[in-house]
């Protein structure tokens, strides 16, 4: 990771920082939602932030609802791509949002580093991906750690569900869909385990249905869960 805070920044952007921008180049849902425990670690480190996401639109419009960010939108934009070539433009500051503090996640971690300092805007870069035997939900944590974020930080928020506020759906109990899949094997719990949660939440009446994306059909068939 690279960072770009003084000791005297750490404490005031902790406490005081207004404007925070958290950049993350994936399209993928689950990537995404890694970023829960870690948006929930920032927000106990700063308190008073409004934290916008420019990363990828549906699953960012997911966490905005869910009340982790107060803003999101696309890295899409032709505006933000500076952080790809390394070359800054002066639409970049108002395309982040002019923010005080830029948290970005990219592979191009020293093209956005050079743009974002060509641009005067302080910042903190990693990676999007962890490494194997790393979770990524720990590994974005991990990278605040400028910000006094513990790297380690299992905070009791850090594990609860994510919450999407709902009106209209008709029932409380409508479906929990379980997804034992990824892109990445390696990142795939046991299928028994999700077996197992399958027939606690039947237990429990709830209505369980499972996802199965593209490259899961091995680990729904091996998990044998039929309703």
């Not at 299992?154 to 409380?172: F, K, M, N, Q, Y």
């Amino acid at each position: 990771a690279s960072a770009r805070l003084s000791s005297s920044q750490t404490a005031n952007y902790r406490a005081l920082c207004a404007r925070i921008t958290i950049v993350l180049w994936t399209a993928t849902l689950g990537d995404t939602l890694q970023l829960v425990p870690a948006l929930r670690a920032l927000r106990l480190r700063c308190p008073y932030a409004a934290i916008h996401l420019c990363g990828p639109s549906e699953p960012g419009s997911l966490l905005f609802a869910a009340g982790l960010v107060d803003r999101c939108s696309s890295a899409s934009d032709p505006a933000v791509a500076p952080l790809a070539t390394g070359k800054s433009a002066g639409a970049l500051r108002p395309a982040l949002a002019n923010p005080d503090l830029v948290i970005a996640f990219t592979s191009q971690t020293a093209e956005a580093t050079a743009a974002l300092a060509a641009a005067g805007i302080p910042h903190l870069v990693g990676a999007p991906f962890a490494l194997p035997g790393e979770h990524s939900a720990e590994h974005f944590v991990r990278l605040l750690a400028p910000l006094s974020v513990p790297g380690g930080w299992e905070g009791p928020a850090s594990v609860r569900p994510l919450e999407i506020p709902d009106l209209t759906r008709p029932s409380p109990n409508g479906p929990i869909l379980l997804h034992p899949g990824s892109g990445s094997r390696w990142k795939c719990p046991p299928p028994a385990l999700f077996q197992r949660l399958a027939e606690l939440l039947a237990l429990d009446r709830r209505n369980v249905a499972v996802l199965e994306g593209p490259a899961d059909a091995q680990l729904v068939e091996a998990m044998g869960w039929t309703g």
